[in-house]
Every structure is written in structure tokens, then in C-alpha cells.
């Protein structure tokens, strides 16, 4: 089954550490760009990063620079995002998501996670 | 960044009737918008990518339209299945956008 499975949320004070994991299976994870999208409570949808199939390229909104890194693990067939001095306004669900077509073209979410909830509260 | 507005943020339809959702850009980004479906609780699906492109398996009562900087979302008779909250995204330049979200809820 093509599928996402994220893990790794949990309720942490400002200022924490968390490191997210995302397990894929169904297709040959290596082949891909991958994604982190986020959705504070209640609220929209928004893009954090992105990794290029080999981790050598790594694309990040501003508001998370120097504060979360995205790295993968193709032998593992697995995404991960460690994210750093965390703030209130990071509280949401993070997606993991697949990253289909190419950066010359046309290039989307064809495959979403369930989401791993990160709560920052003291 | 690349503002967008997506309306209208509520809309209530009955089965079978014409539902349309806008999406209206900044500036000029061709026709590299996606729009997306999240029901309470899941992960969002893909429908459309391309301004038009259908995505596989994806019911043909979605259609998608537009380019440059006005994009259009319609579900042609919905289905009860279809009521949900529908986000455009914008995949021209970093950092990718996501529209506001519009709620398609019974009437």
C-alpha cells in the first residue's frame, strides 16, 4: 500500500526540541522530493520545507530558517524533520508529504500523511 | 512571497448544484496552481495540478480553470462525499503558498 506514516509529535515547552519521522512505503522513496506541510489548529495550510531525492538540496519557508532542519534516509525509506527552539506559533500538524513531477514543470502533493500533532505550551 | 486570495471562505450548496471556488494571485504564475481537499481530521487529497489537470481517480465532476493570476475550482453537482474544505496552492516560486481555504458545507 502507498502510504506515509508520520510519528514523533507530543506536547513540548517553548524552547524544546522535537525530531519528526515520516515512514514511507509503496513506491521507491528515493526517486522523490519530499515535503513538511503544517496546520496550526483550526487554521490553513502551510508549506515548510522541502529535500531534493539525494538531500542535497533543502528549501525552507523563512519563519523556520536555523530553527528546523528536513533530512531523509532513502536507506530507510524515511523523512525527518528536527525542529528547534519551538514557539507557540509552531503548534500544529505536521504533514509529510510526496513531492510528484519536477522543478522545471509542474510539481504538487500527490501524497499526504495523516499528520503527527506538535503542541508548545509551558 | 506571492499573495493569493481564495474565496469565497464559506459557500452552503445543495446536491447538484454548481459549485465554483476562486483563486486569485499577485502576480502572474502561468498555470502552476493545485487545488486540494482536506476533510475534518485527514490529510489533504490532491484533485487538480496544472490550473486543469484532473489528478488519476479523481471523479470528473472536478474541473479546474484558469491562468495567470485568476484560477476557478468547480465541483458540478456535488456529491455528499464533496463536502469538505477545498485550498488552491501555489507552486510557481519559494515559498509555496497555500490559499485561505473555502468550506463547501450542505445547504
Known amino acids: 500500500e502507498v502510504q506515509l ?35 496550526a489548529p483550526g487554521k490553513g495550510l502551510e508549506w515548510v520545507a522541502n529535500i531534493k531525492q539525494d538531500g542535497s538540496e533543502k528549501i525552507y519557508v523563512d519563519s ?17 524533520l528536527q525542529i528547534n527552539s519551538l514557539r507557540a506559533e509552531d ?17 504538487y502533493f500527490d501524497l499526504w500523511g495523516r499528520g503527527t500533532l506538535v503542541t508548545v505550551s509551558s | 512571497v506571492i499573495w493569493m486570495t ?5 459557500v452552503s450548496a445543495s446536491t447538484g448544484d454548481r459549485v465554483t ?23 489533504p487529497e490532491l484533485l487538480i495540478y ?15 480553470s484558469g491562468s495567470g493570476t485568476d484560477f476557478t475550482l468547480t465541483i458540478s453537482g456535488p456529491q455528499s462525499e464533496d463536502f469538505a474544505t477545498y485550498y ?7 515559498p509555496w503558498t497555500f490559499g485561505q481555504g473555502t468550506k463547501v458545507e450542505i445547504k
Open chain 2, 21 to 43: 471556488i476562486s483563486c486569485r494571485m499577485g502576480q502572474d504564475i502561468s498555470t502552476y496552481l493545485a487545488w486540494y481537499q482536506q476533510k475534518p481530521g485527514k490529510a
Open chain 1, 64 to 80: 523556520v530558517k536555523g530553527r528546523f532542519t528536513i533530512s531523509r534516509d532513502n536507506a530507510k525509506n524515511s523523512l525527518y
Open chain 2, 88 to 94: 488552491c496552492q501555489q507552486y510557481y516560486s519559494f
Open chain 2, 6 to 10: 481564495q474565496s469565497p471562505s464559506l
Open chain 1, 5 to 39: 506514516v508520520e510519528s514523533g509529535g507530543g506536547l513540548v515547552q517553548p524552547g524544546g526540541s522535537l525530531r519528526l519521522s515520516c515512514a514511507a512505503s509503496g513506491f521507491t522513496f528515493s526517486r522523490y522530493w519530499m515535503s513538511w506541510v503544517r496546520q
Open chain 1, 91 to 107: 503548534t500544529a500538524v505536521y504533514f509529510c508529504a510526496k513531492i510528484d513531477g519536477d522543478p522545471t514543470s509542474n510539481w
Open chain 2, 50 to 64: 496544472g490550473a486543469s489537470t484532473l489528478q488519476s481517480g479523481v471523479p470528473s465532476r472536478f474541473s479546474g
